[in-house]
């Protein structure tokens, strides 16, 4: 078995065992809060004079399930449900499955944390490279401070200030929705502009709020190289400018993939603002108002879904990261 197989054996032993212990605790923790809306449901027929057999049946059909047993049954069967992927049922969504109305949200977040945290590594490497071999300069300094000024932004506050200033000064966006109502969902040009033009303001708030870590990440790692022996050496032999700029900016990335992977799994978990300012609906809006219905199926599902999303992004990026820097690779092999 080779080193990276090896590698991803017991990092997949790990996350699962990460995996039940979260979703355990989840489980209890959501169960422990107060406001049961499946047993506030029964009592309130019963309260209007209806049988209780016939409250419970009706509650049944409204919710599509009713919850049966102690909690340690209710334990056991969610545990074992979890192996075949069946969270069970939302009462928020009557009844539908948990799978299905995370996988639902999870389509409106994917994309633009994505997209956004593309767009700010791209722009932040960049400009992290220029900050770092510029920076006894004015054009240095200027990008140093604007990395430092929008790290300590949180997100929220960059997300209100976008909406206020292109949504309502200068409304030439939307900050409502994910689309306009008016069109027919399809592979239209208005269905299409329309998603493009409400993804707008989350998309340039999730780049905004993680440009000034990538561009102040990537002038420190250049800084660093800039002192290493292999730069020296290249710079006494007359090297082209160029060809030492593409070594400065290729050893100097490599840390920065790893914190790219963990970025974007920790991004799901971060959402949970974004969508609230700008309604999209998404799993941090989901996650919001599971809690608010205190819908337990759903808040578990959501937190066990962050959860995964984390763990797996922190086996991509050790497992890219060993990929990609033969340093890493070749100290394996020797040890090995």
């Known amino acids: 078995m080779g080193v990276i197989a090896r590698r991803l054996a017991g990092h997949l032993a790990r996350g699962i065992v990460m995996i039940l212990v979260v979703a355990t605790i989840s489980f209890f923790i959501v169960r422990s809060i107060p406001g049961d809306p499946v047993a506030a449901n029964v009592q309130k027929l019963i309260q209007q004079g ?20 102690t909690l ?21 969504h009557a009844g539908a499955p948990v799978t299905q109305v995370l996988g639902e949200a999870a389509k409106w977040t ?29 054009l240095g300094d200027v990008l140093a401070i604007s990395g430092s000024l929008l790290h300590g932004v949180p997100q929220y506050v960059l997300g209100l200030l976008l909406s206020a200033v292109f949504a309502t000064l200068i409304p030439i966006l939307p900050a409502d929705g994910p689309v306009d109502i008016l069109y027919e969902p399809g592979f239209n040009a208005g269905y299409l502009g329309s998603l493009a033009q409400h993804a707008v303001l989350p998309v340039a708030t999730y780049a905004l709020a993680s440009y000034g870590g ?45 914190i790219l992977a963990l970025s974007l799994g920790l991004l799901l978990g971060g959402a949970v603002f974004i969508e609230r300012i700008f309604n999209y609906p998404g799993l941090g809006l989901l996650l919001i108002d599971s809690i608010t219905m205190r819908d337990y199926a759903l808040m578990g599902g959501a937190f066990l879904l962050i ?11 050790d ?8 340093r890493v690779r070749g100290g394996e092999e020797v040890s090995s």
């Open 307 to 317: 959860t995964v999303s984390i763990i797996v992004a922190n086996i991509v990026a």
């Open 110 to 138: 994917v994309l633009p944390v994505l997209a956004g945290t593309l767009l700010s590594f791209l722009v932040g490497i960049v400009l992290g490279v220029y900050a770092a071999i510029k920076r006894s300069g004015k």
């Open 72 to 92: 340690w049954h209710q334990y056991t069967d969610y545990m074992s449900g979890l192996l075949t992927f069946n969270l069970g049922q939302s009462v928020s």
């Open 319 to 326: 497992l890219f990261y060993s990929a990609i820097d033969p």
């Open 214 to 258: 990538w561009i102040l990440a990537m002038k420190s790692s250049v800084v660093t190289v800039l002192g290493d022996d292999f730069i020296l050496a290249a710079e006494l032999r007359g090297m082209k400018r160029s060809i030492i700029f593409r070594y400065i900016a290729r050893n100097a990335i490599l840390p920065l993939f790893t």
């Open 50 to 69: 209806m049988d209780p057999a016939a409250a419970e049946q009706a509650t049944r059909v409204l919710y599509g399930f009713q919850p049966q047993g």
